[in-house]
């Protein structure tokens, strides 16, 4: 047995790139098959607020008089 990566000889690299190669192909899988499918024709669902909304007013400038200026 090699307990080293060093000392690992070609059917141990490559038994360590199948494993991995799985894994990806497992991790993918579930990430494709856990998707959010939806009542509308895109498949995501629709999200709604149910709070009114604050819309910004105007721009605003505001100055202080009682402020010195130090040069």
Same mark, same amino acid.
């Given at each position: 047995?090699?307990?080293?990566?060093?000392?690992?000889?070609? @059917?141990t690299? /490559?038994? %360590?790139?199948?494993v #991995? /190669?799985?894994?990806?192909?497992?991790? @993918?899988?579930?990430? %494709?098959? #856990?998707?959010?499918?939806? #009542?509308?024709?895109?498949? /995501?669902?629709?999200?709604?607020?149910?709070?009114?909304? %604050?819309?910004?007013?105007?721009?605003? #400038?505001?100055?202080?008089?009682?402020?010195?200026?130090?040069?």
């Amino acid at each position: 047995m090699n307990h080293s990566i060093y000392s690992a000889d070609r @059917a141990t690299h /490559l038994k %360590i790139v199948v494993v #991995a /190669l799985l894994a990806c192909t497992m991790v @993918a899988g579930i990430g %494709i098959a #856990a998707r959010v499918s939806g #009542a509308n024709s895109a498949g /995501l669902q629709r999200l709604e607020a149910r709070i009114p909304v %604050i819309k910004a007013g105007g721009p605003i #400038a505001m100055t202080d008089s009682d402020t010195r200026m130090v040069r």
